[in-house]
């Protein structure tokens, strides 16, 4: 270990964390009080910053990169590839005589040209109109990054349309919060300027010996494994969630930790989970943007760290077949500047007005935009996750609890609601405390649960920017409190009108509330009389991204224009049957390469065997049955192959509109992945492992041992 690893270890953890972080402290400190408060009045009130400050900005941030071993800066973004992307620029300018000095200007710290053809667009640039810009974003801070000075910034088209998740996000804050703000000054707060979103994100994940996944394509193409046999024990047990953490991954843990903290992420939590090798990350809340940035940043660490402990971590939503997935539960809430939770019930929500009706616009939202939140989850890898066990069901649903299902329920009814006194458990040994018990118990398989002062939205694929689904959470909820606002401003009566309101929606919308088992066969068939949606792929799901209530929506709110709502829709569907012909094509590859030549070895050696046996008199029952049964196997292999080949060769010809091709994949190339990867899994089964070549589900989820960190 080198000198200064060995410091940055000992370096205690409020010193260590954000020391990587152009932060307000560090801004305090190294800017003019000028232009300091000029920033801030361009963070809080939203004003342009003026180039000449921006020049003292970017002089003292590149001098405080520099001091911090920085060579290079760049715009850091968030396009539509799922991915950040960065292009980087060394600080050394030309001077006379050959030697350099190190400079950086106010408008390379506002601006950047990346080429904007390269990325998708949803048809919004051509390959010949290369020009997009990105645009710094001063909510979010720079942050260093392998010596390189990372700018969070917005990345548009040469025209303005929005070529990524960041700007759409950012508006989406923007409604809210001039929403909720109106709603505020009904109840007579003067004092708040600002209302903000906050998110959690809860990250689960993978990690698996990287020995293990060099010899798996599957995984390396695709990111999940496109057939195998699940080991004799997996997470049956239920031994592995929570429980110790084994050294090799307790040493990546703690470096993951000191990684993210240097960059100013508040991690928290950390545990294993569900299934063998699973195990999850989870932070403090911050801003949803800033927690956003986070997130991204904390999947690529995990990915960076477990590669220097000769591990691979996946972030792939069902990785292995029969398996718990991955998934992200953002918790979401509603804040004001001054440090109000406007989702917090206090001690007697039933008489908590203002709450009631953030908590009826959030209710009314879900329900009336339940498929557009539905879409904000969809991709090729989450299909495979949602509805299983590990994860809520695709029929949007909102678990409020025990408490705040009475207080519903009494305004429904108009009646009152008497609030029962608080309980306290009592464990049964008595050197134990009594401790209260919280008002709603937790339900797992709720995909919208309301858990003490936030919303937990449990449908997000682990491998997702958390960026989609609060684009639409901020819209739909910032929708409904400008319709209540609009009613309420007008009305001669507030406190009347209030009532009406409350009792009136929550009538018309209490069919989205579900507190029992979300995974029963029973819940899907009252919500189908309920009617509420269940759009099990990702292929039903899009649609709604694009109809008229959609559009409408959007462009009300101002978060997307029309034009931008069918890029992202044609963007989201291309990735989808690009998945899904990737795997295709991987496994078409696995099988010619290496399977169908593991099966026919072992049928010869079967053969020959039988053949001795019989040739020297001796009955050969048992080989007889196993080459009948290898037989079998390996002609459901090749026939599977040769469907799996011809579709593949239809699906790169067939002419039709996007939506089509993509359902194309689903219908059919999807079923023949799964059909003949199957027809694998039941050879490996039986096939001994002399000839077989990719690592088993066994050898996959506990290649990691007890083995201290190499």
């Given at each position: 270990m080198s000198k200064s690893k060995e410091k940055e270890q000992k370096t205690p953890v409020p010193e260590l964390f954000g020391s990587n972080v152009f932060n307000d402290e560090v801004m305090r400190e190294r800017l003019p009080k000028d232009v300091y408060k000029a920033l801030h009045k361009t963070i809080d009130e939203g004003m342009h910053l003026q180039m000449d400050l921006a020049n003292v900005l970017a002089e003292a941030m590149k001098n405080w990169a520099v001091e911090k071993g920085a060579t290079h800066f760049t715009h850091w973004f968030q396009p539509m590839t799922g991915v950040t992307a960065e292009k980087h620029d060394s600080f050394i300018s030309p001077e006379p005589g050959g030697s350099v000095i190190m400079e950086f200007s106010g408008k390379e710290l506002v601006k950047g040209e990346p080429d904007a053809s390269s990325f998708p667009s949803g048809g919004l640039r051509a390959t010949f109109e290369a020009r997009g810009y990105t645009d710094w974003d001063p909510t979010s801070y720079a942050f260093i990054k392998d010596d390189t000075l990372c700018i969070p910034t917005a990345f548009c088209s040469y025209s303005g349309e929005a070529l990524d998740?960041?700007?759409?996000?950012?508006?989406?804050?923007?409604?809210?919060?001039?929403?909720?703000?109106?709603?505020?000054?009904?109840?007579?707060?003067?004092?708040?300027?600002?209302?903000?979103?906050?998110?959690?994100?809860?990250?689960?994940?993978?990690?698996?010996?990287?020995?293990?996944?060099?010899?798996?394509?599957?995984?390396?193409?695709?990111?999940?494994?496109?057939?195998?046999?699940?080991?004799?024990?997996?997470q049956e047990m239920e031994d592995h969630y929570f429980g110790t953490i084994k050294p090799r991954v307790s040493a990546y843990m703690k470096e993951l930790d000191r990684e993210l903290w240097k960059l100013g992420v508040n991690a928290k939590t950390k545990h294993n989970e569900v299934a063998p090798a699973q195990h999850e990350l989870a932070p403090v809340f911050s801003t949803t943007n800033i927690a956003t940035d986070h997130n991204q940043l904390t999947m690529e660490l995990m990915k960076t760290v477990a590669g220097r402990h000769h591990m691979v971590c996946l972030l792939h939503e069902k990785p292995f077949a029969g398996v718990n997935g991955s998934g992200k539960h953002n918790n979401w809430s509603i804040s004001t500047d001054r440090g109000q939770n406007l989702l917090e019930p206090g001690k007697t929500p039933s008489q908590n007005a203002q709450f009631l009706l953030f908590l009826t616009a959030v209710i009314k939202a879900v329900d009336e935009y339940q498929e557009l939140l539905r879409t904000s989850v969809a991709s090729a890898g989450n299909d495979h996750r949602l509805g299983a066990n590990e994860a809520p069901p695709a029929i949007l649903s909102i678990f409020l609890g025990d408490e705040l299902s009475a207080i519903v329920d009494a305004i429904i009814a108009g009646t009152d609601y008497t609030d029962k006194q608080k309980k306290l458990i009592s464990i049964g040994a008595t050197v134990l405390p009594h401790i209260p018990a919280d008002t709603t118990d937790r339900n797992r398989t709720s995909p919208f649960a309301f858990t003490g002062n936030k919303f937990e939205f449990r449908s997000i694929g682990s491998t997702a920017s958390i960026a989609s689904c609060n684009i639409v959470l901020n819209t739909i909820v910032a929708e409904e409190l400008s319709r209540f606002a609009d009613e309420l401003e007008k009305a001669d009566d507030f406190d009347n009108a209030l009532t009406t309101l409350i009792q009136r929606e929550l009538t018309a919308h209490q069919r989205i509330i579900f507190?029992?088992?979300?995974?029963?066969?029973?819940?899907?068939?009252?919500?189908?009389?309920?009617?509420?949606?269940?759009?099990?792929?990702?292929?039903?799901?899009?649609?709604?991204?694009?109809?008229?209530?959609?559009?409408?929506?959007?462009?009300?709110?101002?978060?997307?224009?029309?034009?931008?709502?069918?890029?992202?829709?044609?963007?989201?569907?291309?990735?989808?049957?690009?998945?899904?012909?990737?795997?295709?094509?991987?496994?078409?590859?696995?099988?010619?390469?290496?399977?169908?030549?593991?099966?026919?070895?072992?049928?010869?050696?079967?053969?020959?065997?039988?053949?001795?046996?019989?040739?020297?008199?001796?009955?050969?029952?048992?080989?007889?049955?196993?080459?009948?049964?290898?037989?079998?196997?390996?002609?459901?292999?090749?026939?599977?192959?040769?469907?799996?080949?011809?579709?593949?060769?239809?699906?790169?010809?067939?002419?039709?509109?996007?939506?089509?091709?993509?359902?194309?994949?689903?219908?059919?190339?999807?079923?023949?992945?799964?059909?003949?990867?199957?027809?694998?899994?039941?050879?490996?089964?039986?096939?001994?492992?002399?000839?077989?070549?990719?690592?088993t589900y066994a050898e996959m989820l506990f290649s990691i041992g007890e083995e201290a960190a190499r």
């Open positions: 998740k960041k700007t759409p996000l950012l508006r989406s804050m923007q409604a809210l919060d001039k929403e909720a703000t109106r709603i505020l000054r009904l109840f007579g707060d003067t004092e708040s300027k600002r209302v903000i979103t906050t998110v959690g994100p809860e990250q689960e994940y993978f990690l698996i010996d990287e020995d293990v996944y060099k010899r798996r394509p599957d995984l390396i193409y695709t990111g999940r494994t496109l057939f195998g046999k699940k080991p004799p024990k997996g507190n029992g088992n979300g995974y029963s066969e029973e819940w899907v068939k009252e919500a189908e009389k309920r009617g509420l949606a269940n759009l099990k792929t990702t292929v039903d799901a899009l649609p709604s991204f694009i109809d008229e209530k959609s559009i409408a929506l959007f462009t009300k709110q101002n978060v997307f224009s029309e034009t931008e709502l069918h890029a992202r829709y044609e963007i989201l569907l291309e990735n989808y049957y690009k998945t899904i012909d990737i795997e295709a094509h991987t496994l078409i590859a696995m099988t010619k390469k290496n399977v169908m030549h593991a099966a026919t070895t072992y049928e010869s050696s079967l053969a020959d065997a039988l053949l001795k046996k019989k040739e020297a008199g001796v009955p050969a029952k048992v080989e007889e049955s196993l080459l009948e049964n290898a037989g079998e196997i390996t002609e459901s292999i090749y026939t599977g192959l040769l469907k799996l080949e011809d579709d593949a060769e239809k699906a790169e010809h067939l002419d039709a509109d996007i939506l089509e091709l993509a359902r194309f994949r689903k219908d059919v190339l999807l079923q023949d992945i799964d059909t003949l990867g199957a027809s694998i899994s039941k050879l490996e089964e039986v096939i001994p492992s002399e000839y077989w070549r990719y690592p």
